[in-house]
T-cell receptor, first 114, second 110 residues
Framework: DTAVSQTPKYLVTQMGNDKSIKCEQNLGHDTMYWYKQDSKKFLKIMFSYNNKELIINETVPNRFSPKSPDKAHLNLHINSLELGDSAVYFC?????????????FGQGTRLTVV | GEDVEQSLFLSVREGDSSVINCTYTDSSSTYLYWYKQEPGAGLQLLTYIFSNMDMKQDQRLTVLLNKKDKHLSLRIADTQTGDSAIYFCAAGNAGNMLTFGGGTRLMVKP
């Protein structure tokens, strides 16, 4: 069983479209994250939710909106996609909030905006 | 699919060497990475190794890859308190999709 699963794995879309990336964890963790991987392979945190409540919201365009229907799911919706949004996005979960605990990552979603 | 495993915790004394181990299952993994996460921060790429290499050294960091056993290790020489963090191993395929281990928390005691 996959602990943290993201769908889709690959997403190719045109500029201006709206798309969603889904993430689900079956670990019973309280905290979930979205990271964006930059060109230097650095994973920068975008959002963090703890028990469906937003606790970290880094400087990210308003076009990015996370949605957590329950604590096992954290979806990322992106409006009006731009070329610069092309990247690999990783979802992760951890037992509790904060960077001092182990985290489990999804395999990533490669988003390509054309 | 790929499975990447790491031990959860490692404690060392300042000045000692630290060795963090990682195993993976997919023999077709092309790149193996080590990331460092400090509290409250994102993941910083420390180093990586191609699957056709056995060893890579970068200052205090030495990465060893045993491809036959699918075992990767990160050695930090002269470990400092500033090295305290969580270290993630990741395996990547040709499409550069990564599978991460769960992370090893390194605690360095003065």
């Amino acid at each position: 069983d996959t602990a943290v699963s993201q769908t889709p794995k690959y997403l190719v879309t045109q500029m201006g479209n709206d798309k969603s990336i889904k993430c689900e964890q079956n670990l019973g963790h309280d905290t979930m994250y979205w990271y964006k991987q930059d060109s230097k392979k650095f994973l920068k945190i975008m959002f963090s939710y703890n028990n469906k409540e937003l606790i970290i919201n880094e400087t990210v365009p308003n076009r990015f909106s996370p949605k957590s229907p329950d604590k096992a799911h954290l979806n990322l919706h992106i409006n009006s996609l731009e070329l610069g949004d092309s990247a690999v996005y990783f979802c992760a979960s951890s037992p509790r909030s904060g960077g001092s605990t182990e985290a489990f990552f999804g395999q990533g979603t490669r988003l390509t905006v054309v | 699919g790929e499975d990447v495993e790491q031990s959860l915790f490692l404690s060392v004394r300042e000045g000692d060497s630290s060795v963090i181990n990682c195993t993976y299952t997919d023999s077709s993994s092309t790149y193996l990475y080590w990331y460092k996460q400090e509290p409250g921060a994102g993941l910083q790429l420390l180093t990586y190794i191609f699957s056709n290499m056995d060893m890579k050294q970068d200052q205090r960091l030495t990465v060893l890859l045993n491809k036959k056993d699918k075992h990767l290790s990160l050695r930090i020489a002269d470990t400092q308190t500033g090295d305290s963090a969580i270290y993630f191993c990741a395996a990547g395929n040709a499409g550069n999709m990564l599978t991460f281990g769960g992370g090893t928390r390194l605690m360095v005691k003065p």
